[in-house]
């Protein structure tokens, strides 16, 4: 049977031992040392010069003294007897006076140990509240709410990533699955992606790292309304809705705004920076553009009123608000010459129709359909 315990090494005694005393003493002398242990200091190489009685310290860096060739250990002084050396075992734990922390030996080294006395917590390698945290996922939380509140007059959350190409971004899942994404994923442009499955992603909006473009991939609903084909409406006591298009590039070609169906442009409305206009334009059902049925010019700063006006009753006016007449020109009206062979049938244009006429006889003149022929309207004879 070993004369020693096995951890701290203090002295049994033996069956018949003379003077039991010492030996009793000597274990408690050790248990006195090494019990609840506080110390002064970890980070001085030589011994105090006034030491008191049981003052104990880890021996710093560089000893000298009576202190060589113990740094690391546990010293004790007792008087009468001087110092007493006790080397640590892996997992010891000390409060260290001085600096009002815990330290802990890890086999070679005494480290700070967790939270002590409002020191902070350095280099934990994980962290979990109410869960368990991992190699990935090295900081782990489990709770109804997250609270990140200022310390000054503002919080900012910062996520850092390494280079342009990698990932700093806020994921949300359900049941672990990825749903929803914003961030910087790939490129130093700011994204936000949606999923419906957690594995296949749709990028709903990107916005370009030096603000030159933004792009909506994906429809934008306000105020969804299907019952009444109502997609897009607004509260505001003005209009159902209000967009401004402004293209501020330097070299603007045109704003638009286009409509299609099945993926396929239909229709697009245009302001053509160059020449101060106001486009209509039609596409096919491929997409092809066939023309511009309405196309509207502006004087650039000069004024311009009424180039344009239908009024509630259908009436129209150009160049100024119609009058009784359904068609009210302020100006001059030009009908474009047609000769004879190209003027449609009198009665399929009906009674009333005008024109024309390039080659009428006794020359080019306006002519009127009666319903049946078209005549000129100096001798009301047949053009």
């Given at each position: 049977m070993s004369?020693?315990?096995?951890?701290?090494?203090?002295?049994?005694?033996?069956?018949?031992?003379?003077?039991?005393?010492?030996?009793?003493?000597?274990?408690?002398?050790?248990?006195?040392?090494?019990?609840?242990?506080?110390?002064?200091?970890?980070?001085?190489?030589?011994?105090?010069?006034?030491?008191?009685?049981?003052?104990?310290?880890?021996?710093?860096?560089?000893?000298?003294?009576?202190?060589?060739?113990?740094?690391?250990?546990?010293?004790?002084?007792?008087e009468g007897t001087g110092w007493s050396f006790f080397a640590p075992e892996e997992g010891w734990v000390v409060q260290v006076r001085d600096e009002d922390i815990l330290c802990a030996y890890d086999g070679s080294d005494w480290t700070q140990l967790g939270l002590y006395a409002g020191q902070p917590i350095q280099n934990v390698p994980q962290l979990g509240i109410a869960t368990a945290a991992d190699d990935i996922n090295r900081l782990a939380v489990s709770s109804d709410a997250t609270l990140l509140n200022h310390a000054g007059d503002g919080h900012q959350l910062k996520i850092n990533k390494a280079a342009a190409a990698d990932t700093a971004s806020l994921l949300f899942q359900t049941n672990w699955g990825g749903r929803a994404e914003m961030g910087t994923t790939g490129s130093d442009s700011f994204a936000i992606k949606v999923s419906a499955d957690g594995t296949t992603w749709t990028d709903a909006m990107s916005i370009a790292a030096d603000g030159s473009a933004t792009q909506i991939a994906t429809p934008v609903f306000i105020d969804e309304d299907l019952a009444a084909d109502r997609l897009i409406s607004s509260t505001d006591k003005h209009s159902y809705l209000t967009a401004?298009?402004?293209?501020?590039?330097?070299?603007?070609?045109?704003?638009?705004?286009?409509?299609?169906?099945?993926?396929?442009?239909?229709?697009?409305?245009?302001?053509?920076?160059?020449?101060?206009?106001?486009?209509?334009?039609?596409?096919?059902?491929?997409?092809?553009?066939?023309?511009?049925?309405?196309?509207?010019?502006?004087?650039?700063?000069?004024?311009?009123?009424?180039?344009?006006?239908?009024?509630?009753?259908?009436?129209?006016?150009?160049?100024?608000?119609?009058?009784?007449?359904k068609l009210d020109i302020d100006g001059i009206a030009r009908l474009k010459p047609t000769a004879k062979a190209a003027l449609p049938s009198a009665s399929s244009v009906g009674a009333g129709g005008i024109a024309f006429v390039s080659d009428a006889s006794g020359g080019a003149q306006p002519a009127y359909s009666d319903g049946t022929d078209w005549r000129k309207m100096s001798d009301n004879q047949p053009v």
């Open positions: 004369e020693v315990s096995a951890v701290l090494s203090l002295p049994y005694i033996a069956p018949a031992q003379a003077q039991k005393h010492v030996t009793h003493n000597e274990a408690l002398r050790v248990l006195d040392a090494l019990v609840q242990p506080t110390v002064g200091s970890r980070s001085v190489g030589d011994p105090p010069a006034n030491p008191d009685h049981g003052e104990r310290h880890v021996v710093g860096p560089s000893a000298s003294g009576a202190w060589a060739g113990r740094s690391g250990d546990i010293a004790v002084f007792e401004t298009l402004n293209n501020s590039h330097p070299n603007p070609v045109a704003s638009s705004i286009q409509m299609g169906f099945g993926g396929v442009r239909r229709y697009a409305c245009l302001v053509h920076a160059g020449f101060e206009q106001f486009n209509i334009t039609a596409y096919d059902a491929s997409g092809v553009w066939k023309g511009s049925p309405l196309v509207m010019e502006f004087p650039g700063s000069a004024s311009m009123n009424n180039a344009l006006y239908i009024d509630k009753n259908s009436r129209v006016g150009i160049g100024r608000a119609p009058g009784v007449a």
